[in-house]
C-alpha cells in the first residue's frame, strides 16, 4: 500500500513553472498501453510488446501521482492509452477522479469502439471533451488505417456522446494519399453537428520506420481555405489546436501541427506513460521514472523534487527535445501515451 501521508505532504506552494515561463497545469495520463484497433500510424499490424500488469501503474499508484500534480497545481487531467477502455475498472478509476474537486476537468482521448456502455456514467462527471479518433468515413478506408472493422459501431457511439450533449472533439490524422481526400467531408461533419473536428498531422510514433510522407498543418489549412474562404479563428490560450469558426457551422474545425511542432512555445502539458515514465515533452526520452519512485518508498517531497527537476531542464520546443533525446521513430504512440 502507498503512504498517503507521503502524497499530501511536501513542498507544493510554488507553482511548476518550466524555464521558458510555461506554467504547468495538464497533465496526460496514459492508464494502458493496449488497444483494439491497430492503427497504421499508430502501431504495427501485430501490435506491440506489451508491459505485463506489474510493469504498468495500478491505479492507487496513478491516484497517488494524480494527488501530487493536483498539489503542484495542475487542474486539468487528461485520460488516454492505448485505449483507456480496454482497462478492466477504467470507469471506476475515472469516477475516483471526478470525486478530486481540485481537478476543473477530466477528458478523454478514445477509439470509441468500447465507450457506448460508459457514457450514461460518464454524462454526470466532469468531462470537459471527449476526443474520439475518426480517420475515415469511408468503411474499407476505415478497416485499411485501423486494421479492424468496426466502422458503425465508432459512428453510432459519436451521434450517442452528442446527443448526451458530450463536448465532442473529433480527431482526425491525416494520411497522405489515404483520406486525405476526406478533408472537406470531414470539415461538413461539423457544419451539421456541434462538435470541434479536429486535423492532426501525422506523426512518427507507428512502432516501425518514420513516414516522411506528411501532409502539413499549412497544407491541410490550405485545402480547408480552397472550400471556405472565411475561417474566423479563434483565439484560446495554451491550445495545441488552431481553431476556427466557419459561417453557416454548428461546430469548429481545428488543425493540430503535433509534427511541425509550432505550438510549442504555449504548451503547458505533462505526461505520464504506462510504465510510470513523466514526460515533459512528446519528442524526449522521458525524464523521471515515478513508477520506480513509488515503489522504492520515495516521498512526496522526493517525487515533488524530481518532477520539479525534469520541469526545469524542459526543452524549448520539440524540436530540442527530439535532438536531445537523439530520437529514433520506433516507438507507438499507444507506449508514449496518445
Sequence with gaps: MLNQANILNGDSSRPLVDPFGRKMDYLRLAITDRCNLRCQYCMPAEGIPLKSHEHILSFEEMSALVRIFIELGVRKLRITGGEPFVRKDALPFIKSLDAMPELESINI?????????????????????????????????????????????????????????????????????????????FANFARKLPIEVRFIEQMPFSGGPATEDILSADQIFSKLQENFPVLHEQVIKNSTARVYNIPGFRGKIGIIAGYSRTFCASCSRLRITPEGILKTCLYDKGAVDLKKMLRDGNSNVEIIDAIRGAVQNRAVDGFESQKRANQLYNLSMAQIGG
Design 109 to 185: 482521448t478514445t477509439n470509441a469502439v468500447l465507450i457506448g456502455s460508459f457514457l450514461d456514467d460518464l454524462r454526470d462527471m466532469k468531462i470537459g471533451s471527449l476526443n474520439i479518433s475518426l480517420d475515415s468515413f469511408n468503411r474499407d478506408t476505415f478497416f485499411k488505417i485501423t486494421r479492424r472493422d468496426d466502422f458503425d459501431i465508432v459512428i453510432k457511439n459519436i451521434y450517442k456522446a452528442v446527443k448526451l450533449n458530450f463536448p465532442v472533439k473529433l480527431n482526425m490524422v491525416v494520411l497522405a494519399g489515404i483520406n486525405d481526400s476526406e478533408i472537406i467531408d
